[in-house]
């Protein structure tokens, strides 16, 4: 299977191509053919096979054999099915089947060796591979005037001058292995730009990648005029591949991010006017190319994290952000509430041009899911699974899991559009003025509002590893498996089109998200038959792996991550009693913020390395400080004055925001408070991180939109009525407990009334 969120190859060369791995006659020269196509497919999986198959039909003559094994090298490290670590050894190994790798000089061999080794920095974001890319680079360019060279030196420029910016970002900006390093870009750009504008000024015809490489070495110099002048004259939308339009686009948005100054945070006008001239359309998108792809994460935690998360999408669509997002990874209560906008969206999407996506179209989508959340979670979904149980338990297949999926899709899916048992296949988006082959993975770069990826994300009981469920496939992706420990098979991704056997392709949206919020013990294992030999996949909530949903970010390659996460805090606890069922719970909790820890760890290393180009990751808890335990029999700090009143830097009280986050996870019913509440707080929490970061990305409006939980800003402001603010308190603190909520409510009560005496 191919890249995993979109159909890439053709079908007519998807079908020969498997008749040829089934069987059927074809040449070595067909089969090479074959395969270059479905590479400019995007479908590696496919051409490494086919390109396999070709060698062992070997032995081949040497200058053959080495084409092979380039061209197979480089379907093995960007084939999507294969762990990214263990892929990136398979092609340099691929390269260097004899050993002399480094003693060798093809061009073409080096310029793909050093194209691995950057591909291992942009995974682990180890600097060392970098150096390992420049010294392939390197030895291409020493080889001029042989072959392609311009290939090898435009990157030995380029990998310069990205190890100068590491250094800047490390606080060594004055270091002369910098100041070395930009000038010898310099020297190479120039040599190359001079002898290609030679060849214009002969009158000479420069192929696509050629003019692509002038126009890099004018941009990388500074000559952004004259870069812009060279992509107008060969009007280059039409009559080259979108792919090798987006190359170009991406390349010379990361030059330009690597060559200004760490202060700027906005791109050049100059800049922006070369990719206009690459790419056309209007600023937005232009603007959104030098970030890289931006993927939102909605984590697990009940109804309350969709409120929240439906405040963090609030924010999203009144900074304009909403419409960069291309992939969103969702996990329990975030796949309930992902879904649902994702309905919404589609709508849009499919109905309106690209162009004619306003900010206020999408503020429109996110009121909406709003208020079909607000009036979905009153019908009390738990309470309709606990009677379920009751009363259908003995007949055969039905579960509560099956009874969430029914009440999910009778309660908030079918809003949308009155649709009930919605195949997952029905999610994907035809946009009007769209290719009729669209695609989100090869057509989004050049959109200016994207049509994202929903993924969601539940956990295999059998294998204990994620599962992903998306509009076109589903399966276990590579890139979360540790191959070095874990012994597990992986459950492959398929196509829902024509691999997964025909009685699952029509497996429905609320499935899928009952799977992702299939808690393990409250409910039972979502069973999926006849998709593997013999095994049964049962499938339970995705929080076990990742209840982020960050995995699903890194795994269609975003550069830019937006992490909203509502799960259960890790707060300290101390009991007088503690019973065996009560250190069970409070074992998983600290065994799931052990997790979440690790995973925010290793994303602020990946951003910490360049490897993201931004990373917001928005919490209950943040802004809360923790005071440090005093130590027995020394004199407790005293507590800060109007404590009460200390407010977090987003603008929410700190005794709210704690209450909040003290709140149930679960999926019953939930107050219009204690909604609008959640929703308030991600909403200021969202907005206030993506304006203090100062991203190009965000567009800062002039009036905020009016949402319906602005009205609690009245409620918990410096001029409330202490009386509503007050009943906002107690609603929460009835919030944390999961049952008998009006009978603690009616103890505080008593306890506040004044005694008959008094």
């Not at 306003?358 to 979670?377: C, K, N, S, T, Y």
């Not at 191959?483 to 009685?503: C, F, H, T």
């Not at 699903?552 to 992490?563: A, E, P």
């Not at 001029?719 to 009943?727: G, L, N, V, W």
Request: hydrophobic share 40%.
């Amino acid at each position: 299977m191919a890249d995993s969120d979109i159909g890439t190859a053709a079908p007519d060369l998807k079908d020969p191509a498997r008749a040829i791995l089934a069987g059927h006659q074809a040449t070595v020269d067909e089969i090479v053919e074959m395969s270059d196509g479905l590479k400019a497919g995007k479908d590696f999986e496919l051409a490494r096979r086919l390109l396999t198959l070709a060698r062992e039909r070997g032995p081949h003559p040497p200058e053959l054999e080495r084409r092979l094994r380039e061209k197979l090298a480089i379907c093995i490290y960007k084939d999507p099915e294969l762990r990214a670590e263990d892929a990136l050894d398979e092609a340099l190994a691929m390269l260097d089947v004899d050993g002399d790798l480094d003693a060798s000089n093809p061009q073409e061999t080096l310029g793909i060796a050093g194209a691995i080794h950057k591909r291992r920095w942009e995974v682990d974001g180890r600097v060392e591979h970098l150096h390992r890319a420049l010294e392939f680079y390197q030895r291409g360019w020493e080889l001029r005037p042989r072959g392609d060279y311009r290939y090898t030196g435009i990157n030995t420029a380029y990998v310069l001058d990205l190890l100068a910016h590491l250094d800047e970002q490390e606080g060594d900006g004055a270091s002369q292995a910098k100041g070395r390093r930009r000038e010898k870009a310099r020297t190479v750009r120039l040599e190359i730009a001079d002898e290609l504008e030679g060849m214009l000024q002969r009158g000479d015809d420069l192929n696509w990648w050629s003019l692509a490489t002038l126009v890099e070495a004018h941009f990388g110099l500074g000559n952004d005029e004259r870069a812009r002048e060279l992509l107008e004259g060969a009007r280059p939308r039409g009559q080259v591949d979108d792919w090798e339009l987006e190359s170009t686009a991406r390349q010379l948005a990361s030059l330009a991010r690597i060559t200004r100054a760490p202060s700027d945070r906005q791109p050049k006008r100059s800049d922006v006017a070369v990719l206009k001239a690459l790419i056309g359309g209007e600023a937005e998108h232009v603007v959104a190319a030098f970030g890289g792809k931006l993927g939102v994460a909605l984590s697990g935690g009940g109804f309350r994290a969709s409120f929240f998360h439906l405040g963090v999408l609030a924010a999203l669509a009144e900074l304009d952000v909403l419409r960069h997002v291309e992939v969103l990874s969702c996990v329990s209560g975030g796949s309930i509430a992902g879904a649902q906008y994702y309905l919404r969206l589609r709508r849009l999407l499919a109905d309106t041009p690209d162009g004619q996506v306003d900010r206020e179209a999408l503020i429109g989508v996110v009121r909406q899911v709003q208020e079909d959340f607000v009036g979905g979670v009153d019908a009390n979904i738990r309470a309709h699974v606990l009677v379920s149980s009751f009363l259908r338990w003995a007949r055969p297949g039905r579960t509560r899991t099956t009874r969430v999926a029914e009440l999910l899709d009778t309660h908030l899916f079918s809003r949308v559009d009155g649709i009930h048992g919605r195949p997952l296949r029905d999610l994907i988006v035809q946009p009007p003025d769209a290719p009729v082959d669209f695609n989100p993975k090869r057509h989004n770069w050049s959109r200016s509002t994207k049509v994202p990826v929903l993924i969601l994300n539940a956990t295999t009981l059998n294998t204990g590893h994620n599962w992903q469920f998306a509009a076109t496939w589903m399966g276990e992706p590579p890139s979360t498996i540790e191959g070095q420990v874990d012994i597990g098979s992986r459950l492959q991704r398929m196509w829902l089109k024509d691999e997964v056997p025909a009685a699952n392709r029509d497996i429905t949206l609320s499935t899928a998200v009952a799977a992702s919020a299939c808690v393990p013990g409250l409910f039972p294992p979502v069973p999926i038959e006849g998709l593997y030999q013999d095994i049964v996949v049962r499938l339970v909530d995705g929080g076990l792996q990742d209840n982020q949903g960050s995995y699903g970010l890194l795994d269609q390659d975003c550069r830019l991550v937006f992490v909203s996460d509502a799960s259960a805090q890790k707060d300290t606890k101390e009991k007088r009693y503690w019973r065996p069922w009560s250190v069970l719970l409070r074992s998983n909790t600290i065994a799931m913020g052990t997790i979440r820890t690790r995973l925010y760890r290793e994303l602020d290393s990946l951003h910490r390395s360049s490897r993201l180009n931004a990373l917001w990751y928005v919490h209950l808890g943040r802004g809360l400080d923790r005071a440090p335990v005093a130590v027995a029999g020394a004199k407790a700090p005293a507590p800060p004055a109007h404590a009460g009143a200390q407010m977090t830097p987003y603008g929410i009280p700190a005794e709210v925001q704690r209450r909040l986050m003290a709140l149930r996870t679960d999926l019953d019913r939930f107050s219009a408070d204690e909604a609008d509440a959640l929703m308030l707080s991600g909403y200021k929490m969202a907005n206030w991180c993506l304006k203090e970061s100062g991203h190009p990305l965000v567009a800062v409006p002039n009036q905020p939109a009016d949402f319906r939980f602005r009205r609690m800003d009245r409620v918990i402001g410096v001029d409330a009525p202490r009386e509503e603010y007050e009943r906002l308190l107690d609603t929460l603190d009835d919030g944390s407990h999961r049952w008998f909520r009006r009978t603690y409510r009616l103890r505080r009560q008593l306890r506040r009334r004044p005694s008959a005496g008094g």
